[in-house]
């Protein structure tokens, strides 16, 4: 069974429940996938994400950083809440990795469920990463957690449009933000994202599915636009 109804996950990055399910009265029918982070799940709870993987598959993204438990547990209420994909750190190390896999096993035995390693942040460039990471280059650091992640058993990655050429691991599941629409957006790189592509690029490096929020969300027709969207990820 699929994880996602299309390649096409909708980063609902706003700040109230009315204003979410607006969006998702809209849209929600069309989107692959729907992506919450803090700013709605800190504010709202699990309920929030039981009501909308009532409308699609929910991407839960906290990004769990902690001991090996705390992020076991963090994972499993995310799972619990209703959530299809949740994001750890990569960098929280071998022992963590491979508790969260031998986790994803297990509730795989009750619903499809991917546990998705964020490995360099797309708002990072060489230059704005933290000073005790600059020896290496970001390309290095996406490689070594990369196979630390494959290592452990997990098989889902957040990774940038720039490093998918690279990842070629067999069964891994890649998923992209930073998505812009255009060639001119990519090359202005606008907004907080540093590494960013258009759809098709994205697709056609490797990715398994794309994370986009403010083009759509601040589309004069989102529905026009996600159709050209996964008309261009075909």
Not at 145 to 172: A, D, F, I
Not at 179 to 197: G, P
């Amino acid at each position: 069974m699929s994880l996602l109804k299309n390649p096409l996950i909708l980063a609902l990055d706003v700040d109230s429940k009315e204003d979410a399910f607006k969006i998702l009265d809209h849209i929600g029918d069309l989107v692959g996938g729907v992506k919450l982070g803090p700013r709605l799940v800190y504010r709202y709870g699990a309920s929030l994400v039981s009501e909308v993987a009532e409308i699609s598959p929910v991407f839960v993204d906290n990004k769990y950083f902690d001991i090996p438990s705390t992020m076991v547990a963090a994972v499993k209420a995310s799972f619990d809440a209703g959530a299809t994909l949740v994001t750890v750190h990569a960098m929280a190390g071998k022992e963590a990795l491979r508790e969260l896999h031998k986790l994803e096993t297990e509730l795989n035995q009750i619903r499809p469920f991917k546990i998705l390693a964020v490995t360099v942040l797309t708002s990072w460039s060489q230059e704005s990463m933290p000073a005790s990471l600059h020896n290496w280059s970001v390309e290095n650091h996406v490689r070594s957690l990369t196979q630390e992640v494959y290592n452990s058993g997990l098989r889902g990655l957040v990774c940038s449009g720039h490093e998918l050429e690279y990842l070629n691991y067999p069964g891994l599941f890649k998923v992209t933000p930073g998505i812009r629409l255009s060639t001119d957006q990519v090359q202005i790189q606008s907004e907080d994202q540093k590494r960013v592509m258009t759809p098709k690029q994205a697709m056609k490096a490797g990715a398994s599915a794309l994370v986009i929020g403010r083009p759509i969300l601040q589309s004069h027709d989102p529905r026009k636009t996600i159709f050209e969207i996964l008309e261009s990820c075909s």
